[in-house]
Structures are given as C-alpha cells and as structure tokens.
C-alpha cells in the first residue's frame, strides 16, 4: 500500500530590513505536507527572529579573526581597514570609519573607511578636537549614538564639515572611543543616512571593536 501523503521539512533564513534601518534576520521553519504525487497539501510554519544570535556567533568568530590579525600585521594599516569592513557588514550598516587622535592636539584624522556597494558617503579626513559625533565621543570617553548628527545640539562641527554632512556625509551614528589605559588614541564610528536607531547591545559589540581597534594604532 503505497502512503497517502508525505511530509518534508524545510528551515530557510532571511535578512531584512527593520522599519527603522536595522539589519535583522528571521529563521523560517517550515512543514510541508504532500500528497502521493509530490503536490503540496498543506504548509506548518514559524517563523523565528535569530538576529542576535547569528550576530554573537558572527561577532565572536570577526573579533577571533582580528585577534590573530593583531598579532601578525607589520603595521595598523591593514588591521584598521579590517576593522571598518568587518564593522561595516556585522552592523548592516552603509559606511563605517575610524579615526586616529593626534595625541598633543586631540584632533581626528581619517585612517580607514568600509562602505557598503554603491554607497558612498563624504568623509571628513580630519575633524578639530570636539568635533563631530567622534569628536564628542572622545571627550566623554563613551559611546554616542545620534538619529541625525546634523540636527543634533550636543554635536558641533566647523562650517565646512557640516556642509559637507548636509550634502550627503553620515547622519545617523554610533561612534565609540579608542582608549588605551584611559588615553584617547582614536575612534570608530558606524554611520547612515538620518533616522537609524542604535541598540544598547550595538553600543556593546561596537566597543568591543573599539578596544581591538585601540590596540592596532598603538
């Protein structure tokens, strides 16, 4: 007697755009029942939000890699594009950057930048001390998420950077300072266009970065 009906199974996972511009990924568990012809009856389904746990997993192995990195590189150039690439795709994001201090001024010049395909935001290759969200950043010794740098009171740029951020540079970030035994030595920061939120946990994992970071530039 031949069986009447058969069933398979399938897990599918898919990466999508939250409505507020977060990277965020669904695990799809799906059951399938077939008739004797291999026709579809009837479908049982779940669908599973694993974004933070692809992330960790993602993250941990990216941090292993940059470890070893460290230990191998001749200089801080080939790390800090590491860096800014691998920051870049762990968050979804369109662009990030990072930044070395000038230990005797505290002003920021641009080292390394990672975008996104077909993306292409305007950098400034150096900022003053204070300026900016990386700026701020620096002078609180903490992370500083910003919806829109531009539009935001407590970050300050002189008149060129500004324009330059109004035409079409980073609106929404997340910049994190890089401190060596409480110095400021430079700063990451993770951007897109205006409106993109942040999480507490993004905060975390960017720090981690920061502090892999901090070490390829000393």
């Not at 291999?38 to 192995?61: C, F, N, P």
């Amino acid at each position: 007697m031949r069986p009447t009906t058969r069933t398979d199974d399938h897990e599918l996972e898919y990466r999508m755009i939250a409505a507020d511009g977060r990277v965020v990924w669904f695990s799809d568990l799906v059951h399938a029942v077939r008739s004797a012809d291999g026709r579809v009856r009837r479908l049982h389904g779940v669908m599973v939000d694993i974004t933070e746990t692809k992330r960790a997993k993602e993250a941990a192995r990216v941090l292993g890699d940059l470890g070893r990195a460290l230990g191998h590189a001749p200089d801080a150039g080939p790390v800090s594009r590491q860096v800014a690439e691998s920051v870049r795709r762990l968050f979804g994001a369109s662009a990030a950057a990072l930044y070395r201090a000038d230990r005797e001024t505290g002003a920021m010049a641009l080292i390394a930048v990672a975008y996104e395909a077909g993306v292409s935001f305007e950098w400034n290759a150096e900022l003053p001390a204070g300026a900016g969200a990386i700026g701020l950043a620096a002078r609180e010794r903490r992370a500083v998420v910003s919806r829109d740098v531009v539009t935001d009171p407590r970050i300050v740029f002189p008149p060129e950077a500004r324009a330059r951020a109004e035409r079409g540079g980073v609106r929404s970030a997340l910049a994190v300072p890089l401190l060596v035994k409480g110095q400021v030595v430079g700063a990451l920061i993770v951007g897109e266009g205006a409106g993109r939120t942040f999480t507490d946990r993004e905060v975390i994992l960017a720090e981690a970065f920061a502090s892999q970071a901090a070490f390829a530039l000393t």
